[in-house]
């Protein structure tokens, strides 16, 4: 018989074909010969092992081996003696067997596996590659968080999350948004939800608009950037997520001073902070500054509003 050909087998009055069952029952882990006996077995029933051999095309001596093993395997069963003749257990009965078998001995191995995996250690900081893994992670971040929920980010990339924020904001966890942009209605989620404006304006400098930066609970921080890379990290290390923290509420703060004094502090610093910022920017985060500042002129020839937005 040719391994690769397609073979119909009978049982009862039903046909049973498959490109290769012997092959299909040595992966549920039967041996070549026991899976050539069985196949003889459900063509011709009841039988004896002599008979079996015939038609299975097998040596005696294999196949009273088989018989055996296949009896243990509550594959086969006796149905009389002198001589001993064979039936087949039911195929269904025996497939819905083998497959509950095979489904404790996979939940027991996932146990044994989740039990060997290393706990997620503070010492380090869980790197994260791709758009549907950030997202995910940022997801599940918030889904777990119980007191509070700190994030900066740009309000593209919120609005991904914000079915999610809405129902933590309904379990009672407080949040605090700030925000690259100015259309935040659909961050308005109660009174113990925070939305401040990035600088007070919303403004988009250098490329920190595309960083997302969220902090949960004291306990876990996770940065992002949401560039072409789309490559992000997460830890529970306590002096990160104390920077992550430090990172925020610098940005409330300065948002606060900012719409109570905006106007003084450009005077001083210029728009956008530039002559601070000249300082410590890299060349190509001036080169971005300058573009966003210029476009924030063409776009807006009025003053940016200074009122505060939060609720």
């Given at each position: ?25 040595q ?14 077995v459900l ?41 001993v003749?064979?039936?087949?257990v039911?195929?269904?009965i ?11 001995v996979?939940d ?28 995910a992670?940022i ?18 990339v ?5 079915p ?42 250098g490329?920190a ?20 890379s ?13 920077m992550?923290?430090?990172?925020i ?10 719409t109570?004094?905006g106007?003084e ?11 601070l910022?000249?300082?410590?920017f890299?060349p ?28």
């Amino acid at each position: 018989m040719s391994k690769h050909s397609p073979t119909k087998t009978v049982y009862g009055r039903r046909n049973i074909e498959s490109p290769n069952p012997i092959q299909d029952l040595q992966t549920l882990g039967f041996s070549e010969y026991e899976a050539s006996t069985y196949l003889g077995v459900l063509r011709r029933n009841p039988a004896t092992a002599y008979e079996i051999s015939k038609t299975a095309g097998l040596q005696r001596a294999n196949t009273y081996a088989a018989l055996e093993n296949l009896v243990k395997k509550k594959a086969v069963q006796p149905i009389s003696e002198n001589p001993v003749r064979y039936v087949p257990v039911e195929p269904s009965i025996l497939l819905e067997m083998i497959a509950s078998n095979v489904n404790g001995v996979c939940d027991r191995l996932q146990q044994t596996f989740d039990a060997m995996q290393p706990q997620e250690s503070s010492d380090v900081v869980w790197s994260i590659d791709g758009e549907e893994r950030i997202t995910a992670k940022i997801d599940e971040l918030i889904d777990t968080a119980n007191s509070h929920i700190w994030i900066k980010a740009s309000t593209e990339v919120l609005i991904k999350h914000a079915p999610r924020m809405k129902k933590a904001a309904a379990r009672g966890v407080n949040l605090v948004f700030v925000v690259f942009g100015e259309d935040v209605k659909f961050l308005r989620f109660g009174k113990n939800c925070k939305i401040y404006l990035h600088e007070g304006n919303g403004q988009r400098v250098g490329g920190a608009d595309n960083l997302f930066t969220l902090a949960i609970d004291y306990k876990i921080a996770l940065t992002a950037s949401l560039d072409a890379s789309l490559t992000g990290a997460y830890t529970t290390n306590p002096a990160v997520v104390r920077m992550a923290e430090t990172l925020i509420r610098h940005d409330v703060y300065m948002a606060e001073i900012m719409t109570l004094l905006g106007k003084e502090i450009e005077l001083r610093f210029g728009k956008g902070l530039i002559e601070l910022r000249k300082e410590l920017f890299s060349p190509e985060q001036m080169t971005l500054l300058t573009k966003n500042l210029d476009k924030a002129t063409d776009n807006n020839k009025k003053p940016a509003s200074r009122k505060r937005k939060t609720l």
